[in-house]
């Protein structure tokens, strides 16, 4: 089985820059995703990592160490536009293709 | 323009009827999938289906059937055995053999859901 676990809500300032963790307890790991959902809205794909280290995209880095069984995503300059959920999900050998997610951090972003 | 739809985008239904969502996809992927997310909640895996006629169950499969007689389309029927069907449903869909913008063959794309409230 799998137990992902993220903080349920965090709230940061614009401009500013906030990471939210997510750690993983699983009995085979392939990667691990980030997603970004806006209320009521489908979740889009914002990161993966398959390797440890850490992948930056723009204002969006993703950090994993597969022996710790650890991840964060970094937001930087942040913008009203980024007060989301970010679902953590990861990816199983053998699993089909499944994802398993994480409960999700709902960010909010303030002036 | 390719990608994932389901209709209706809101559905209401009293107690004790069954309601077919629908999920269509026109990327050529193989694997299609089912969620389900409650208020403040992550995405719990109902079904999934990897290739047509086949399909397996997932988390929370009770109360509800799928099926898979065309690879674009996976409708999911919330039965009236559901006891708590009020939720978010999203319905997913990956390439096996291909790859996503992540480079990965496991990225699933998302329709937009479905808000479906049993009263």
């Known amino acids: 089985g799998q137990n992902i676990d993220q903080p349920t809500e965090m709230t940061a300032t614009e401009g500013a820059i906030v990471q939210i963790n997510c750690t993983y307890q699983t009995s085979g790991f392939n990667g691990l995703f980030w997603y970004q959902q806006h209320a009521g809205e489908a979740p889009t794909f914002l990161s993966y990592n398959v390797l440890d280290g850490l992948e930056e995209k723009g204002r969006f880095s993703s950090f994993l160490s597969r022996s710790k069984g650890y991840s964060y995503l970094l937001l930087k300059e942040l913008q009203m536009k980024d007060s989301a959920s970010y679902l953590c999900?990861?990816?199983?050998?053998?699993?089909?293709?499944?994802?398993?997610f994480g409960t999700g951090t709902q960010l909010k972003v303030e002036l | 323009d390719g990608g994932i739809t389901q209709s209706p985008k809101y559905l209401f239904r009293k107690e004790g009827q069954n309601v077919t969502l629908s999920c269509e996809q026109n990327l050529n992927h193989d694997a299609m999938y089912w969620y389900r997310q409650d208020p403040g909640q992550g995405l719990r895996l109902i079904y999934y289906s990897q290739i047509v006629n086949d399909f397996q169950k997932g988390d929370i499969a009770e109360g509800y059937s799928v099926s898979r007689e065309k690879k674009e389309s996976f409708p999911l029927t919330v039965t009236s055995a559901q006891k708590n069907p009020t939720a978010f449903y999203l319905c997913a869909s990956s390439s096996i053999s291909g790859r996503g913008t992540s480079g990965s063959s496991y990225e699933q794309y998302f329709g937009p859901g479905t808000r479906l409230t049993v009263t």
């Open positions: 999900a990861i990816t199983e050998p053998g699993g089909g293709n499944k994802l398993t």
